[in-house]
């Protein structure tokens, strides 16, 4: 008898919780609330159309960027977007003595990746250097629109290569985080390293 109780009770329970998950249309909501001569007779629609573009957005100042987009990303929707650097480097130090008749034996432009920070699918890419032909001033302001002057027919380095970004470079026996590592031209570095003001 009580098995019997028990199941009355679970079943009404049943019942009434299956009776009252009533769905509401847009157009019954609030009903119960309202006397029937307030009805506004608003009507639901939802046949909004959007349309949207992209704005070319200003130039961004770019001198003394620590941080700063390299390559290539190829977006189904936005197309192609390419992204260059110019930079000068300096040394370290000024009068720097290299000894008596130096010699280079290689040049490589390191250049880190900055932690966890790139779009996409990683894919290969080319990546081509040229030597500025203009000088590029620490105390001047330059933006992203405005490209340098460089020697097109001198190209001093290109590598196509896959980005790792996450696995350390080891240069000797030295660990470094991971970077992007281009061979240069050592005939032109040498040039420097020719010049009276460099040597003993």
Request: charged share 15%; aromatic share 10%.
């Amino acid at each position: 008898m009580r098995i019997q109780i028990r199941s009355f009770f679970i079943l009404l329970i049943t019942v009434g919780l299956l009776s009252s998950c009533k769905k509401k249309t847009p157009e019954n909501i609030g009903l119960p609330l309202l006397p029937g001569n307030d009805l506004l007779n608003a009507e639901f629609s939802d046949s909004l159309t959007l349309f949207s573009h992209t704005v070319k957005d200003d130039s961004l100042m770019t001198s003394g960027a620590l941080v700063t987009l390299l390559g290539n990303i190829n977006d189904p929707f936005f197309g192609i977007t390419r992204s260059s650097v110019f930079t000068q480097f300096s040394l370290s130090k000024t009068n720097p003595d290299f000894g008596p008749n130096p010699v280079l034996d290689s040049a490589v432009l390191s250049l880190v990746y900055s932690s966890g920070s790139h779009y996409g699918n990683l894919t290969a890419q080319k990546f081509d250097v040229y030597e500025v032909s203009e000088q590029l001033y620490r105390d001047s302001t330059y933006h992203s629109n405005k490209l340098a002057q460089y020697y097109t027919t001198q190209q001093i380095g290109s590598a196509t290569i896959l980005p790792n970004v996450k696995d350390s470079d080891s240069v000797g026996t030295v660990k470094y985080p991971p970077h992007l590592q281009i061979k240069l031209s050592t005939a032109m570095f040498q040039n420097f390293l020719d010049d009276p003001l460099y040597t003993a």
